[in-house]
């Protein structure tokens, strides 16, 4: 049985700073950020992001990208560009990190232009890639009908992504943003997923 505090984050969109003391009031074992830290997707919005995550004040730090964050998108090697010292940086990868396997895609499905951006059909191997003994899945899109509610009412996550969830026997949480109308946290069948645009999200693993 883990005993694992998690913070989540997500879509902060330069406005990472507002956080700051929340998070370092919660003696946490890790946070993770699940994309678009940017607004304006320049080189001088980034850094300033990283040096901010890297000055946290929690041990284990996962970062991902989303739609918004171009200047990790417009690089072949993130790690030669940026200092991610401290910092695991997941881009259709995976790590071991205390006693879970985490796997971490900045892939969204959206038809107009962005940052790691793809039409539906061509996400699939994407999301096949996901190992199926992935503990702790991390992505910027949600999975169609958790926490994906647009201001339309529109259900904006992606069923392939969906199916892939439902194939993880070791799924304990997946986190996620992108939709900013629908943050929270629910718990199905014993996996926690969180949406945490805009907000911190606080999980037990």
């Known amino acids: 049985m883990m005993n694992l505090k998690l913070l989540h984050l997500s879509d902060t969109h330069g406005d990472h700073h507002s956080f700051t003391e929340s998070i370092n009031q ?11 830290f940017s607004s304006y997707s320049i080189p001088e919005e980034t850094e300033a992001f990283l040096n901010w995550f890297r000055s946290l004040e929690v041990p284990h730090k ?3 990208a989303g739609n918004h964050d171009d200047t990790f998108a417009k690089v072949s090697n993130v790690r030669q560009h940026y200092d991610l010292t401290g910092i695991e940086y997941l881009e259709n990868s995976s790590i071991e990190l205390m006693g879970l396997k985490v796997y971490g895609t900045p892939v969204v499905e959206m038809v107009f ?4 951006c793809y039409p539906e059909e061509d996400t699939q191997p994407f999301w096949q890639e996901i190992p199926l003994d992935t ?11 958790i926490l994906d509610q647009g201001k339309n009412q ?16 070791n799924l304990k949480a997946h986190l996620f943003g ?3 109308e629908s943050s929270g946290l629910v718990e ?3 996996i926690q997923f969180s949406n945490a645009s805009c907000c ?3 999980l037990n693993i």
């Open 178 to 180: 992108h939709i900013h």
């Open 188 to 190: 199905r069948q014993g």
């Open 135 to 145: 503990d702790l899945l991390i992505t910027h899109q949600p999975p169609k009908g």
């Open 200 to 202: 911190l999200n606080i």
């Open 26 to 36: 919660q003696e946490a074992d890790m946070i993770v950020f699940s994309g678009d």
């Open 113 to 116: 232009p962005g940052a790691f």
């Open 154 to 169: 529109d259900l904006l996550g992606s069923t392939g992504l969906l199916n892939k969830v439902n194939q993880l026997s």
């Open 62 to 64: 996962i970062l991902i």
